[in-house]
Each structure stands twice: as structure tokens, then as C-alpha cells.
């Protein structure tokens, strides 16, 4: 930002901020333990998530993600639709000894997104996704007193109808409209003529989305949101990996041991790994879906749980997020025993 000229005004530069992160937000899936990235500008050494961070922010700088040579500070569906999987991977510095999971599903993910952003009314002639900024702050449900005041789900919304055409045709349907990451589980009740009332809605990209965009509209663009407190953790394998680290969610015997007879049965693929055994389901599986749903239900009783044995109160309290960023992303071991102490909560059937 600092290289911006000072006379482009706190609008231009939020959507400047929303392009980035939306493209940052959809490349950031698991990179694999092989793949790392070497910074052009500092020479700095990333991998995983921070890895893929740096990545996103540098090719933004070039223009990759953009069809104007002379601004390349900028995403939009032109540019968007003319990647490929090689112009990804110089990007990412992949090569046969570099490796990253995922090379073609990252590339798709943006081509469908140049589609959605064929959504002239959220995302403007230019087909931005910044251009949501304008779309938010001129929409009937915001409020302008001192400054503009957006509801929260007017943002979810605006991305869950905006990128509803970025989601895979092979997840979860509803009338023949795929609905992203949400996904049936047997643990729920059903009714013949509602089925879509055993499907387990998570989002976790529009959701981690909602609380990224938020930022720089705050922070840049003076928006107040309200409703901050709808949303929900992340049913993501850090945030959910620590409840089973710790032990606070241990598998049935029953699906650890179906569990590991499909890890076997993968590790006779060529190519597949052998060494860390460990029970493997697939995403759709009722055991995932119910340890996501319990990590989203673990994740609130943990903010009570944190405020509290820290002390904070009124103002002072940690949000949701800040918890995410600061604590279950990064706790370490010695201290896991404070978060896990008073949490009581009825579990699904696949886990005890």
C-alpha cells in the first residue's frame, strides 16, 4: 500500500484489499509437506498457508490476476479467465521437485471465479471482486449515520449468492444448484420431503472470507458491521485437529478401526503414503462431518471458556476470531489443559 500514490482515495484501496484477499482466501487449500515458496523480495523461505500467503500477495504485485497493464494492482474476471495450470505453477514456483497438491483444482477454482464475477450488479462493469464495495455501501439495508453501517448478513449474502457458481457441480445439490461445503450426514434428523434438513451447512471458505473482507472495509472504508456475532469458528484441520490432539474427541472403536482399514487399503496405491498410520475417510464421510460440526460447537464453548479464565469482561473480551488467530491456531501443548477443562457438550455418534 505503500507504494500506491498517496492521492487514491480509502475506496480504491479497500478494493484493492477485497481483490487481493478473495484470491488469497480461494488458493489457500492444503499445499502437501513437499511444496515451498522462496519470497522475490526478501528471499525469505515460506510453506503451507504462510507459503501460499506470500505467493498470492506477489503474483497480485505482478498483475498476474489482471487484464489492465498499466494497473496490475487489481483482480478481475478477464484476467482471471486466461490462467492455466503452467502460468499457476511459475507463479507458485512449482516444479517436479517442488510439488503442490492441488495445482489444477487452484486454477479452476479461479476460472469459475472470473465467471462469477460476470455478476455486473455486485461486481460492476469491470467485473471486480472489490466492486462488492460499492455494491454493499449503496444497498437497501445499510444505514449511514456517521458512517455506513452494513448488516453482517447482507456481506454473507452478498458472497453466498455472488460465488455461488465458483463451487464443484460434485458436492452437495439442492435442486440441481450445488451449494459448496455443506454435506448430508446420517447423525441428522430427515424427513422424505425435506432432505436437505440432514445436510450440515459449514461454508468455511465464505465464512473465512466474511471475516477477511471485513478488515480492510473497516479499516480503510470506515464500515461498521453489525451481527459480527453470527458467525461461526472454522471446521478447519487446525482448529479441529487440536480437539483430537488433546484428546477431547477420540474416535468410536467401531469407525477407528473402518478408519484404518481404508488407510491400508490407500497405501497399496502407488504413490501414496505409508508411514504415518492413521484411520483416513473421505470429506463426505459421516465421521468428518461430524467432527467438523463438533469443532464448531467446541470452538464457542472455548471462547466462553478463554474469556473467563483470563479475565475479560464487557469490551475487553476476546472475540471469536481473535481467539482463532491467537489461540487455537497457535496453542501450544503445555497450555492445551486450560482450554479443555469445563467443556461439556452431547457428541455425534462417531466419536466419544
Same mark, same amino acid.
Given at each position: 500500500?505503500?507504494?500506491?500514490?498517496?492521492?487514491?482515495?480509502?475506496?480504491?484501496?479497500?478494493?484493492?484489499?477485497?481483490?487481493?484477499?478473495?484470491?488469497?482466501?480461494?488458493?489457500?487449500?492444503?499445499?502437501?509437506?513437499?511444496?515451498?515458496?522462496?519470497?522475490?523480495?526478501?528471499?525469505?523461505?515460506?510453506?503451507?498457508?504462510?507459503?501460499?500467503?506470500?505467493?498470492? /500477495?506477489?503474483?497480485?504485485?505482478?498483475?498476474?490476476? !489482471? *487484464?489492465? #497493464?498499466?494497473? @496490475?494492482?487489481?483482480?478481475?474476471? &478477464?484476467? $482471471?479467465?486466461?490462467?492455466?495450470?503452467?502460468?499457476?505453477?511459475?507463479?507458485?514456483?512449482?516444479?517436479?521437485?517442488?510439488?503442490?497438491?492441488?495445482?489444477?483444482?487452484?486454477?479452476?477454482?479461479?476460472?469459475?471465479?472470473?465467471?462469477?464475477?460476470?455478476?455486473?450488479?455486485?461486481?460492476?462493469?469491470?467485473?471486480?471482486?472489490?466492486?462488492?464495495?460499492?455494491? /454493499?455501501?449503496?444497498?437497501?439495508?445499510?444505514?449511514? !449515520? *456517521?458512517? #455506513?453501517?452494513? @448488516?453482517?448478513?447482507?456481506?454473507? &449474502?452478498? $458472497?453466498?449468492?455472488?460465488?455461488?457458481?465458483?463451487?464443484?457441480?460434485?458436492?452437495?445439490?439442492?435442486?440441481?444448484?450445488?451449494?459448496?461445503?455443506?454435506?448430508?450426514?446420517?447423525?441428522?434428523?430427515?424427513?422424505?420431503?425435506?432432505?436437505?434438513?440432514?445436510?450440515?451447512?459449514?461454508?468455511?471458505?465464505?465464512?473465512?472470507?466474511?471475516?477477511?473482507?471485513?478488515?480492510?472495509?473497516?479499516?480503510?472504508?470506515?464500515?461498521?458491521?453489525?451481527?459480527?456475532?453470527?458467525?461461526?469458528?472454522?471446521?478447519?484441520?487446525?482448529?479441529?485437529?487440536?480437539?483430537?490432539?488433546?484428546?477431547?474427541?477420540?474416535?468410536?472403536?467401531?469407525?477407528?478401526?473402518?478408519?484404518?482399514?481404508?488407510?491400508?487399503?490407500?497405501?497399496?496405491?502407488?504413490?501414496?503414503?505409508?508411514?504415518?498410520?492413521?484411520?483416513?475417510?473421505?470429506?463426505?464421510?459421516?465421521?468428518?462431518?461430524?467432527?467438523?460440526?463438533?469443532?464448531?460447537?467446541?470452538?464457542?464453548?472455548?471462547?466462553?471458556?478463554?474469556?473467563?479464565?483470563?479475565?475479560?469482561?464487557?469490551?475487553?473480551?476476546?472475540?471469536?476470531?481473535?481467539?482463532?488467530?491467537?489461540?487455537?491456531?497457535?496453542?501450544?501443548?503445555?497450555?492445551?489443559?486450560?482450554?479443555?477443562?469445563?467443556?461439556?457438550?452431547?457428541?455425534?455418534?462417531?466419536?466419544?
Amino acid at each position: 500500500m505503500a507504494t500506491w500514490p498517496s492521492s487514491l482515495d480509502a475506496q480504491e484501496r479497500t478494493r484493492r484489499l477485497i481483490d487481493l484477499f478473495l484470491v488469497s482466501v480461494l488458493l489457500d487449500a492444503g499445499a502437501g509437506t513437499k511444496w515451498q515458496y522462496k519470497s522475490k523480495e526478501s528471499g525469505k523461505m515460506y510453506r503451507r498457508s504462510e507459503g501460499l500467503a506470500v505467493a498470492s /500477495l506477489e503474483m497480485f504485485k505482478t498483475g498476474l490476476f !489482471s *487484464s489492465n #497493464p498499466e494497473q @496490475p494492482y487489481q483482480v478481475d474476471s &478477464d484476467a $482471471l479467465r486466461k490462467l492455466t495450470p503452467e502460468k499457476m505453477a511459475r507463479g507458485l514456483q512449482v516444479t517436479e521437485d517442488n510439488p503442490i497438491d492441488g495445482l489444477e483444482g487452484r486454477t479452476h477454482l479461479l476460472v469459475r471465479l472470473s465467471d462469477a464475477l460476470q455478476n455486473q450488479e455486485i461486481f460492476g462493469p469491470d467485473h471486480r471482486p472489490g466492486n462488492m464495495l460499492d455494491y /454493499l455501501i449503496s444497498h437497501p439495508s445499510t444505514t449511514a !449515520s *456517521s458512517v #455506513p453501517v452494513i @448488516p453482517l448478513p447482507t456481506l454473507w &449474502d452478498t $458472497l453466498m449468492n455472488g460465488l455461488s457458481t465458483i463451487w464443484p457441480a460434485t458436492r452437495t445439490q439442492i435442486d440441481g444448484v450445488p451449494i459448496g461445503d455443506a454435506w448430508p450426514c446420517s447423525s441428522m434428523p430427515s424427513h422424505p420431503n425435506q432432505p436437505w434438513e440432514s445436510i450440515v451447512p459449514f461454508h468455511k471458505l465464505t465464512q473465512w472470507l466474511t471475516y477477511s473482507l471485513m478488515v480492510p472495509m473497516q479499516k480503510l472504508a470506515n464500515i461498521h458491521f453489525v451481527g459480527t456475532e453470527l458467525m461461526t469458528g472454522l471446521p478447519e484441520y487446525r482448529n479441529g485437529g487440536l480437539l483430537v490432539d488433546t484428546g477431547l474427541l477420540t474416535l468410536k472403536e467401531a469407525d477407528a478401526i473402518r478408519g484404518l482399514e481404508q488407510y491400508q487399503m490407500n497405501a497399496t496405491r502407488q504413490g501414496q503414503p505409508k508411514m504415518e498410520v492413521v484411520p483416513l475417510f473421505t470429506a463426505d464421510d459421516d465421521v468428518i462431518v461430524e467432527w467438523r460440526a463438533l469443532t464448531v460447537g467446541f470452538l464457542d464453548e472455548l471462547l466462553v471458556e478463554v474469556n473467563m479464565l483470563l479475565g475479560l469482561k464487557g469490551d475487553n473480551k476476546l472475540s471469536l476470531a481473535q481467539m482463532l488467530e491467537a489461540g487455537t491456531w497457535k496453542v501450544s501443548l503445555p497450555h492445551l489443559s486450560i482450554f479443555t477443562l469445563h467443556i461439556v457438550l452431547t457428541l455425534s455418534p462417531g466419536w466419544s
